[in-house]
């Protein structure tokens, strides 16, 4: 007995050496030990590759990225030309202000044009002859170019000047008749408020122009003002 299990063992010593590949199945039969190279496949052996999902993340991203960008262009696409309305509007909007400012001051420097050249006459020969025939002179320069703030800005001050000295010494040391003089006194004193309502309408005028000119230096309103050829307002210095 100790002989025939000696010899099965060291049969099955001599299998397991052969070489046969890990997974064949051995058989011991009449006719000896036989070994099958079929590998016995288990489901525990299959390993499944696992699914990748990086394709499937990056056609989500490239699927955004796509939504983004006509997202972007729809809403570029409405408010560009909002923007341009809306910036025009308000450019047109300032202007007419800055126009309608300029008609109040235009309108008071007319009246003092008129008062200017009443004063003339009501003085006639009782004034400095040099004096009245200067004032005429800024005069007529004033009325024959005024209606743009340019022409008032150069006009006017020589005129205002010209006033100014002829009261400061062309009036004050002739006599006149009490009729004469009192006339004389009530155009000064008109003059010295249509002086005061200018003023004051050029200041109007000027706080509408640097409304202008800061909404003119805005990127969008600049760029439509640029497009529109729309030219910066005149300050008024008078």
Do not use: K, M
Request: some cysteine; overall charge negative; glycine content about 8%.
């Amino acid at each position: 007995v100790d002989l025939l299990l000696g010899t099965a063992r060291h049969g099955a010593d001599s299998t397991s050496g052969t070489g046969a590949p890990p997974g064949a199945t051995t058989t011991t039969g009449a006719t000896g030990t036989v070994t099958s190279c079929r590998r016995s496949i288990e489901p525990a052996h299959i390993a499944r590759a696992p699914r990748s999902t990086s394709c499937h993340v990056a056609i989500a991203a490239a699927d955004a990225d796509v939504q983004n960008a006509i997202a972007v262009a729809v809403v570029l696409t409405a408010l560009i030309p909002g923007l341009w309305w809306v910036s025009s509007t308000r450019l047109v909007a300032a202007r007419a202000d800055v126009r309608t400012c300029w008609a109040d001051v235009d309108a008071e420097l007319r009246e003092r044009h008129r008062l200017v050249a009443e004063l003339i006459r009501s003085v006639g020969v009782d004034a400095d002859p040099r004096l009245l025939a200067g004032l005429a002179g800024r005069l007529d320069d004033a009325v024959g170019a005024h209606g743009t703030p340019e022409a008032a800005n150069e006009f006017e001050p020589p005129l205002v000047g010209a006033l100014d000295e002829l009261f400061a010494r062309g009036l004050t040391p002739i006599p006149r008749s009490g009729e004469q003089s009192g006339r004389v006194d009530e155009l000064d004193e008109r003059l010295a408020a249509t002086d005061h309502r200018v003023a004051t309408a050029a200041s109007f005028y000027n706080t509408r122009v640097e409304q202008l000119d800061r909404r003119q230096d805005a990127f969008v309103s600049g760029f439509v003002a640029r497009r529109r050829g729309l030219e910066r307002a005149v300050r008024l210095d008078i």
